[in-house]
C-alpha cells in the first residue's frame, strides 16, 4: 500500500457487521455492497446507524462482529491508517496548526509518495484553491474549508472515499454548488464514494445507489428513482419523499394486477408493483401524481378515483402548491401540483376528487402501522441525550 | 506579548476623537495601580540592583559596607569565579525539564484525555496533582533527603544490590538535586500541559489517522503540536525557577558544595559573606542568562496564542 495510489476504486464489502455499543445496538446484521467506481449514499434518520457504518468502515470503531472487504482484501482488523481509505470529517477536522498546503500533503508524506507538494498543490487546484494554499485552514470560510477537507482525502487516491455529511454546515446555496462539485470530482477521479447523509435530496442527486437505512438496518437499496417510485417498506415511502398511504384487503388479483379496498373504495395497483398480494395490505401513491378534479371525473380504466373530499390546507410554494385533501373513511391525502396557472386552483373548502394512473400505485411489503416514521426513542443511550439536552436547555436559560 | 496589548492601547489613544480620548484616559486611570505596582516593586528594585552591582567597597571599611562606584570587574570577577555554577545550573535546570516533561506528558494526558469521560476522576487526579502544595515545599524536600540518605532502605538495597558501589552516597550528588528540582516542578509542568490536552479535539488524532499517520506519527504531528502551548508554559515555569533555585541544591537539603548552583552562590554571597556587590551583579547574570534563552524558546515556538 505505502508508496502507491490506488490504480482505481475498490469494492466495498460488509458481511454480518454488528455493532453494540454499552446499552444499546447501533448495527445488527449488516450486509452491504458497494460496487467499485460508484457514488453510494447512506441516507437514514440520525440514530440509524449510518454513521458508525461509516467508522466502522474508515476503523474508527471496532465492529463487534462481522468482516469489512477493500477490494476483496480483509481490513477488519486493521488500523484506520493501514486502510486505503480516507474520510471527508462532518467538522472537516483540518489541522489547526497546519497551512492548508501542508494538510493537503499531509496524506502524502506519511506514505512517502513522491512529490507530495507539488501532488498537493494540484488537489487544491482541482477545487480551486491553490491560491489559499499558505493560509491556516481558520482563514478560511466553511466553504472553502469543505472543500480543503476533500482536497486532503481525494488527493491520496483512497481506494473508498468516505464522506460524513460533509455537505451539513454549509448553507443551501453553497451546499448546491458543492453537490455539483463533488458529482463531477468523483467522475472524474472515478473513486468509490460512500456519502453519508440525513439529507434525502442530498442522496438522490449526487448517488448512483441510495440505501435507505433505518435502526441499524438497511430498508431497501437501489437507484435514487427507482427508490422513490418503488419505496417497499413504509419508512421509505415517508422518509424519502413524501407518500399517501391507505391499508385495506386485497379483493381481487388478476395476473396484472391487484384490487384493494380502502374504506368501501376500489384502488387497483400493478401486480409488480406490490410486495403482496393478498390479505391486507398497505399501498401508497406519492402527492405529485396525484390530480385534482373540481367535478366528479368519469371512471376510466387505468385510473383510480377518490373523492369527494374537501380540501383543508393550501400551501403555496413557488413551483408547486401543495394541497391538503380531507377524504372520508381515508384520513388528509397530500397532493402537489405544479402551479400551470396563477396562483392555486382550488381554496380551502372547495370539494375535489383526486385520481391517479394505476401504474404510479405501490404496495408496500409492511404497514405504517409497525414502522413509526421515528424510532421510539426509549433505548438507554437517546434516553441519555435527551436529559442531556434538556439539562443544558435549562442551563441555557438559568 | 503581554507589552505588545499594552502598546496596543497607548497607540489607540492618538484619534484626536473627545470620546476615545475620554475612554483612554480611563484606560490609564485604570491601568495605574498595576504600573504603579510594576514602578516600586519590579523597576525600583531593579534599578537598585543594577547599582548596587557596580558598587565598591569602602577603603578601611568594615565587612558589608559598599559605595557608589562603577566597578565593571565585579562582573568579570564573579564570572570568572563562579562561570561553573552558572553552567551548572542551566544544565541541571534544562535536565530537570525535560524530565519533568516526559513524566507530566503522560500524566497530563491521561488525566486530560483518557479520563475525559469520568470527570469525578478527573477533578480528583487534578486535585492529587496539586495536593503536594498543601506541606511546604521545603518539608518535602527534607522528606526526600530522608528518603534518599544512606540508611534509607531503597539506598540499602542498591548497595546491598552492588549497583551502588559502597562509600557512595544518593544525596549530595547531581542526581539527588536534578531529581529534587524535577520532583518540586512537576505539578508547574502538568497543569499547563493538561489546559491544552483537556481542550484537544480527539477528530484531529482520528484525521491523522486516517491520513496513515500511525500512532507514533499522530503523537508527534498532532497531538504535540495541538499540545504545544501547554508545552512551552510548563517549560518555562519549570525551567526559569529552577535555574535560579537554591534549596534543592542546598547542603541542608539534597545537594553538596559540588553540586552548588548560581542560586546557593548568590544566596551565600548575599547572606554570608555580605559581598553585596557579586550577589548582585550574578543575580543580574543569571537574569541576563535566563532571558536570552527564554526569548529565542518563545519566539522560535511562535507562540501567539501561549500568553
Known amino acids: 500500500m505505502a508508496g502507491s495510489f490506488a490504480e482505481s476504486g475498490a469494492d466495498l464489502e460488509l458481511v ?78 483540518l489541522f489547526p496548526h497546519m497551512t492548508v498546503l501542508e494538510n493537503v500533503a499531509f496524506g502524502l508524506k506519511r506514505r512517502k509518495i513522491a512529490d507530495a507538494t ?73 473513486l468509490t464514494f460512500l456519502h453519508v447523509t440525513h439529507d434525502q435530496e442530498e ?5 448512483d445507489t441510495v440505501a435507505v437505512m433505518n435502526k441499524g438496518q438497511i430498508e431497501q437499496m437501489g437507484a435514487p428513482e427507482e427508490l422513490y417510485e418503488l419505496p417497499k417498506t413504509a419508512f421509505v415511502a415517508n422518509f424519502l419523499g413524501q407518500s399517501n398511504l391507505f391499508t385495506g384487503a386485497v379483493t381481487s388479483s388478476g395476473d396484472t394486477s391487484i384490487v384493494v379496498d380502502v374504506a368501501g373504495r376500489k384502488i387497483e395497483i400493478p401486480r409488480e408493483r406490490a410486495q403482496r398480494h393478498a390479505g391486507n395490505v398497505t399501498i401508497g401513491v406519492r402527492p405529485e401524481k396525484l390530480r385534482l378534479h373540481t367535478e366528479p371525473p368519469a371512471a376510466q380504466p387505468g385510473s383510480n378515483v377518490l373523492g369527494p373530499g374537501r380540501v383543508t390546507d393550501v400551501s403555496f410554494s413557488g413551483v408547486s402548491t401543495q394541497y391538503q385533501v380531507a377524504v372520508p373513511g381515508l384520513g388528509t391525502l397530500v397532493v402537489f401540483a405544479q402551479n400551470m396557472v396563477f396562483g392555486p386552483v382550488v381554496s380551502p373548502g372547495a370539494e375535489v376528487w383526486l385520481t391517479w394512473t394505476t401504474d404510479h400505485g405501490f404496495g408496500l411489503l409492511d404497514d405504517p402501522a409497525d414502522a413509526p416514521r421515528f424510532a421510539a426513542d426509549t433505548d438507554t443511550h437517546s434516553l441519555a441525550v435527551q436529559r442531556r439536552e434538556k439539562l443544558e436547555a435549562e442551563l441555557e436559560e438559568a | 506579548m503581554a507589552f505588545g496589548a499594552f502598546g496596543a492601547t497607548t497607540t489607540a489613544t492618538t484619534p484626536a476623537e473627545p470620546a476615545i480620548r475620554k475612554r483612554s484616559r480611563v484606560v490609564l486611570l485604570l491601568l495605574l495601580p498595576g504600573i504603579l505596582y510594576l514602578a516600586l516593586f519590579f523597576l525600583a528594585p531593579l534599578l537598585s540592583l543594577v547599582i548596587t552591582s557596580f558598587q565598591a567597597p569602602v577603603e578601611f571599611g568594615d565587612i558589608g559596607q559598599y559605595q557608589t562606584a562603577f566597578r565593571w570587574e565585579n562582573y568579570t570577577t564573579v564570572l570568572d569565579a563562579y562561570g561553573p555554577h552558572i553552567l551548572r545550573s542551566f544544565v541541571f535546570a534544562a535536565t530537570a525539564t525535560v524530565a519533568a516533561l516526559l513524566f507530566s506528558f503522560p500524566l497530563a494526558y491521561f488525566i486530560g484525555v483518557k479520563l475525559r469521560r469520568f470527570p469525578l476522576l478527573q477533578a480528583l487526579a487534578l486535585t492529587l496533582v496539586i495536593a503536594p502544595f498543601f506541606i511546604s515545599f521545603l518539608l518535602r524536600t527534607l522528606a526526600w533527603k530522608q528518603l534518599l540518605s544512606d540508611e534509607s532502605w531503597f539506598v540499602s538495597a542498591l548497595h546491598g ?50 491520513l496513515y499517520a500511525g500512532p507514533a506519527s499522530t503523537f508527534f504531528r498532532v497531538t504535540v503540536p495541538l499540545a504545544a502551548p501547554g508545552i512551552i508554559s510548563g517549560a ?15 547542603r541542608d537539603f539534597l545537594g553538596s558544595t559540588d553540586t552548588a548552583m548560581i542560586g546557593n552562590v548568590i544566596e551565600a554571597n548575599f547572606l554570608v559573606l555580605q559581598n553585596y ?26 507562540t501567539d496564542d501561549l500568553l
Open chain 1, 16 to 93: 454480518g457487521i454488528t455493532k453494540r455499543f454499552p446499552g444499546f445496538t447501533a448495527i445488527e446484521d449488516l450486509n452491504l455492497t458497494i460496487p467499485a467506481g460508484s457514488f453510494f449514499a447512506l441516507l437514514g434518520p440520525s440514530g440509524c446507524g449510518k454513521t458508525t457504518t461509516l467508522r466502522l468502515v474508515a476503523g474508527l470503531e471496532d465492529a463487534t462482529a462481522g468482516r469489512i472487504l477493500i477490494g476483496g482484501t480483509d481490513v477488519t482488523n486493521t488500523k484506520s491508517f493501514q486502510r486505503p481509505v480516507n474520510t471527508v470529517f462532518q467538522s472537516y477536522a
Open chain 1, 118 to 190: 507539488a501532488k498537493a498543490h494540484e488537489a487544491l487546484r482541482l477545487v480551486e484553491l491553490d491560491h489559499l494554499a499558505q493560509r491556516k485552514p481558520q482563514q478560511l470560510s466553511g466553504g472553502q474549508q469543505q472543500r480543503v477537507a476533500l482536497a486532503r482525502a481525494v488527493v491520496n487516491r483512497p481506494a473508498l472515499l468516505l464522506l460524513d455529511e460533509p455537505l451539513g454546515a454549509l448553507d443551501l446555496k453553497l451546499r448546491r454548488q458543492m453537490q455539483i462539485e463533488l458529482k463531477n470530482i468523483q467522475q472524474d477521479v472515478g
Open chain 1, 203 to 207: 442522496a438522490m442527486t449526487m448517488a
Open chain 2, 161 to 210: 544490590m552492588q549497583i551502588l558501589p559502597p562509600g557512595e552516597h544518593v544525596t549530595g550528588t547531581a542526581f539527588s538535586v536534578i531529581f529534587g528540582l524535577t520532583y518540586n516542578f512537576i505539578p508547574f509542568m502538568t497543569l499547563p500541559i493538561y489546559t491544552s490536552l483537556e481542550r484537544l479535539d480527539l477528530r484531529y488524532v482520528e484525521a491523522g489517522g486516517d
Open chain 2, 236 to 250: 518555562l515555569l519549570t525551567f526559569i525557577p529552577a535555574a535560579g533555585d537554591y534549596i534543592n541544591a542546598s
Open chain 2, 277 to 302: 556587590p557579586a550577589a548582585a551583579a550574578l543575580s543580574l547574570i543569571l537574569m541576563v542568562a535566563i532571558l536570552i534563552p527564554v526569548s529565542v524558546y518563545v519566539m522560535r515556538s511562535g
